[in-house]
């Protein structure tokens, strides 16, 4: 991981967003967390370490926090003892291809909850849960026949 003072500081990170929404999970393992992203997802990481990762996938980024970062926070309290963290949630990742995505998953031992196929909404897509259960939908245009 990298040393906790080669990213930026934390108040100019937040001064550094801009209008939009932002992501941030929570996870016991960030570690594994940083490696989902990079290994399977195919993201870029920004910054790394035990506790924090800031993740960028095209203008996309998004952050991990480990539990103990979140002392204090009242979030905190809705995650622990959840086996299964992103109950409900799709993290969507538009651009990142299924096929390859749902190829690395399997060959890194990650769930596969549905493979790579094309849906009547106009995209190839496949879901993939995380070490803390969330489902990631990397996803492609289906072109024009």
Not at 92 to 104: H, K, S
Request: with cysteine; glycine share 14%.
């Amino acid at each position: 991981m990298a040393e906790k003072d080669s990213f930026m500081p934390a108040p100019e990170l937040g001064r550094s967003f801009r209008p939009g929404l932002g992501v941030n999970l929570l996870m016991r393992d960030v570690n594994e967390g940083v490696r989902f992203a990079r290994d399977v997802l195919g993201a870029t990481i920004l910054h790394a370490d035990d506790d924090f990762a800031a993740i960028r996938f095209g203008d996309s980024v998004w952050m991990l926090h480990h539990d103990r970062t979140y002392r204090g926070n009242a979030v905190l309290g809705l995650v622990q003892g959840m086996e299964g963290r992103g109950a409900g949630i799709e993290l969507r990742l538009y651009g990142c291809p299924p096929d390859e995505a749902e190829a690395r998953a399997r060959a890194g031992g990650w769930t596969v909850l549905a493979g790579a196929i094309d849906k009547p909404h106009g995209l190839r897509e496949c879901v993939i849960l995380d070490h803390e259960g969330y489902a990631w939908v990397p996803g492609i245009g289906i072109p024009d026949k």
